[in-house]
């Protein structure tokens, strides 16, 4: 398949795709910081390679990972997720030096990545999309005229970036005037774009998203659907699949919706279409793409019994998927364990003391870190995954409780106590529960 895959990644992600390596036989290579110099993943490469500087630069400066690359001997790259796994720039560079970029093509990081240009062929395809601007809002004229016309509260959005950063909302103009000035100036520091978007915001709605495989032949799949509606600060804590709540016809014209999108723009890999649901009316609409592997992908794992990092590497080299048909079976949730101190979810980097894993039927950890590394400030707090499957959600709750009650970490912060609270949650238990849960929680503590 390959000769050597370079993983520019670190953490749970990068040990992760080393898992799927070694089990094909694929030697491996990966990069990392002097500050990742004593990680798990490091240690578990065939190979690894220091790149000094920033501490963000071992899994950002394409030249010096083309360097490594070249020097090594690799001829494949994945990126994870994060970082440049949806740098379009970068996977063109390493595409033209020679390399195989395990992901989909540059030209459709490139439009995916831009959310006005992707609302605007989600349109096209005939996928919905929630009232919003069809362009990028030149300033705050425009803004306050658009939102008049969509009506509030309004979500002011950076056209790039991801992962549920750069938004804001806004109840009426003075909120707006202010939300439009602080993620456009966020947005041009932080994504090299100026541009903002203007939608419609849904107080109450669920965030439900499509797992899509583009196959080597131009085939497109769907593998269900992902709730991740328990989220703090736009971001996701938990996830499950199948989603709770949706109505039969809703989950089948989401995931049709996703194939056609996905179709429309020629995607190939594995990659995820987002949406957001309206639990009321059932109504969905078209939110962005993420041309990745998602951070939740483990519970469709667990459920449609499949590999999706070997099925990207596959359709990377051009070969057929490992299945002819797949079918789901029970129920799985995932719960990210991140070094931070709930209610407030605030960062708490550290070294870890303590660290012991759940084991049991149906209970799997993805897991970055062990007993001795230290949780460092540069990164993204993630420290773990805790994923569990079950015939149904009722049996996948009960294994949650049991897993989380065998789980124990000691040094950096840690938000096991917050899962705990979660699963106490009446709404949550019931699968009645939406993008404000985690709100309301904070409000009762």
């Known amino acids: 398949m390959f000769d050597k895959v370079l993983v520019v990644n670190r953490g749970e992600i990068a040990r992760r795709i080393l898992r799927t390596l070694r089990r094909l036989e694929i030697p491996s290579l990966v990069v990392h910081s002097e500050a990742d110099r004593d990680m798990p993943f490091v240690a578990e490469a065939d190979e690894a390679a220091l790149i000094d500087g920033r501490p963000d630069a071992a899994y950002r400066d394409v030249g010096m990972i083309l360097e490594v690359a070249r020097g090594r001997g690799a001829d494949a790259v994945h990126p994870g997720y994060g970082f440049l796994s949806e740098n379009a720039a970068a996977a063109t560079a390493l595409t033209a030096a020679g390399l195989t970029w395990i992901g989909p093509p540059s030209n459709v990081i490139e439009v995916m990545g831009d959310k006005i240009r992707a609302r605007n062929l989600a349109v096209q395809a005939g996928v919905p999309?929630?009232?919003g601007s069809a362009d990028p809002v030149a300033d705050e004229e425009t803004a306050l005229r658009l939102a008049k016309e969509i009506g509030y509260p309004i979500m002011v959005k950076a056209a790039a970036g991801g992962g549920g950063m750069g938004m804001q909302v806004a109840t009426d103009e003075a909120t707006l005037k202010r939300a439009f000035l602080s993620v456009r100036g966020m947005a041009e520091r932080s994504f090299g774009s100026p541009d903002v978007l203007l939608e419609r915001y849904f107080p109450r709605v669920r965030h439900v998203e499509v797992q899509v495989l583009g196959l080597a032949n131009g085939t497109v799949v769907e593998l269900g659907e992902r709730d991740c509606s328990?989220?703090?600060?736009?971001?996701?804590?938990?996830?499950?699949?199948?989603?709770?709540?949706?109505?039969?016809?809703?989950?089948?014209?989401?995931?049709?919706?996703?194939?056609?999108?996905?179709?429309?723009?020629?995607?190939?890999?594995?990659?995820?279409?987002?949406?957001?649901?309206d639990p009321s009316t059932q109504e969905f609409f078209f939110l962005e793409?993420?041309?990745?592997?998602?951070?939740?992908?483990p519970v469709t794992e667990t459920v449609y019994g499949v590999d999706l990092v070997e099925e990207m590497l596959r359709i990377a080299a051009g070969l057929d998927p490992t299945f002819a048909h797949l079918s789901p079976a029970g129920h799985a949730?995932?719960?990210?364990?991140?070094?931070?101190?709930?209610?407030?979810?605030?960062p708490r980097p550290g070294k870890i003391t303590r660290w012991d894993e759940p084991r049991g039927e149906g209970v799997r950890v993805d897991s970055g870190y062990a007993v001795g590394c230290e949780v460092p400030p540069f990164y993204d707090s993630l420290m773990g995954k805790l994923i569990v499957h079950g015939a149904d959600r009722t049996q996948a709750l009960v294994r949650m409780r049991?897993?989380?009650?065998?789980?124990?970490?000691e040094g950096p912060g840690q938000n096991l106590s917050f899962f705990e609270q979660l699963l106490r949650d009446p709404d949550y238990c019931l699968g009645d529960y939406d993008t404000s849960l985690v709100t309301r929680m904070q409000n009762n503590a």
């Not at 089948?252 to 996905?262: G, K, N, W």
């Not at 949730?333 to 605030?346: C, G, K, M």
């Not at 049991?402 to 970490?409: E, K, N, T, V």
């Open 333 to 346: 949730i995932e719960f990210r364990i991140n070094a931070e101190e709930p209610p407030l979810f605030i």
């Open 129 to 131: 999309v929630a009232s």
């Open 289 to 297: 793409m993420n041309t990745r592997l998602q951070v939740e992908h």
């Open 402 to 409: 049991q897993a989380l009650r065998g789980f124990a970490i």
């Open 230 to 277: 328990v989220q703090r600060r736009n971001q996701k804590l938990a996830e499950e699949t199948p989603a709770p709540g949706l109505s039969p016809r809703t989950r089948e014209c989401m995931r049709a919706a996703a194939v056609d999108l996905a179709k429309a723009i020629g995607y190939r890999s594995a990659g995820t279409m987002e949406f957001l649901v």
